[in-house]
């Protein structure tokens, strides 16, 4: 694996769900394939937080394009009101090595919704009886649970998934959502990428909870063929968008399925609102997270 370039946006706050890091966050999140992870330090002896600060931090392979976006990234700041938050933004070169040791730093269990429990294979988390562990090594690939998006798609997921259900999941990233749909019930989950990487991890992360006989993974985007009785995307407004008005997302609805849309920032809601529309599905549940807004939809002739 190549080695990379990471770049990290102080912002002066100990709340990573405030305004200003949620907005360098849905300024940052499109750059960064896999987008950005969010991390507070700082706190003093006694959990003291006057000196804490939030970090937005991402990382690209280090190739001369990306070490140029990134030399143009630092000559920016975001066109909003909350550019006085944000200190001097930083990029470091990374062996592989050194990457993984940065993700163990700041990744630690995570309780998702009523039974989900997200950790890294290196932690053993406290559980609850009816919880269902997931355990993931990100690797290069989106999807730790630590992003709300994440969040907002695993809620939703262990609200509408119905045992024995038939599953696609776009743009699978790390595969959380696609191991988490096994571990609450589905029977067989197709999860797809358009990153060869992010595959790869994904089968490395479905092994690693001994559900690989039960995710088929391709390297591509909407499938043209099937219906499901749940589809998940968790991607970006724009993209959700493009899927539902050029790539048939909706047809891969069963007629009593449901689809669950997050990465959606609250400016751009509208936009996948109107492509729903378009495609003749209606919006049945909507949850928020800070700034991130994930959607339940299916066909409105339901």
Request: aromatic share 6%; charged share 25%; hydrophobic share 45%.
């Amino acid at each position: 694996m190549p080695d990379l370039l990471e770049f990290t946006l102080p912002v002066a706050t100990a709340d990573p769900e405030s305004e200003p890091v949620q907005a360098a966050v849905a300024w940052l999140n499109p750059l960064f394939h896999g987008g950005v992870v969010v991390e507070v330090s700082g706190f003093g002896p006694y959990g003291e937080s006057h000196q804490a600060q939030t970090i937005v931090r991402g990382y690209l392979t280090d190739t001369p394009e990306n070490a140029h976006l990134l030399e143009k990234l630092m000559r920016e700041r975001p066109p909003h009101a909350f550019a006085d938050f944000y200190g001097e933004p930083r990029v470091r070169r990374l062996a592989t090595e050194d990457w993984a040791e940065a993700w163990k730093r700041h990744y630690r269990p995570l309780r998702i919704g009523d039974h989900i429990v997200v950790t890294p294979s290196w932690e053993e988390p406290a559980t609850q009886p009816g919880d269902v562990v997931v355990r993931l090594d990100p690797g290069m690939a989106f999807g730790t649970g630590t992003h709300p998006s994440t969040q907002l798609a695993l809620r939703l997921l262990e609200r509408y998934l119905r045992p024995r259900s038939v599953v696609l999941d776009v743009g699978t990233g790390s595969g959380i959502l696609a191991i988490a749909a096994v571990k609450l019930g589905a029977s067989r989950v197709i999860a797809t990428d358009i990153d060869p990487e992010a595959v790869r991890t994904a089968e490395v992360n479905a092994r690693l909870n001994e559900v690989r006989n039960k995710i088929t993974l391709l390297v591509a985007s909407v499938i043209d063929t099937g219906r499901y009785d749940l589809v998940l995307v968790n991607i970006l407004a724009d993209v959700i968008a493009h899927m539902l008005l050029h790539e048939d997302l909706a047809q891969r609805l069963a007629p009593d399925g449901v689809l669950i849309l997050s990465g959606i920032i609250q400016q751009r809601r509208e936009v996948v609102d109107l492509a729903l529309k378009a495609a003749g599905l209606e919006v049945i549940e909507t949850m928020t997270q800070g700034d991130w807004v994930a959607l339940a939809a299916r066909p409105a002739h339901r």
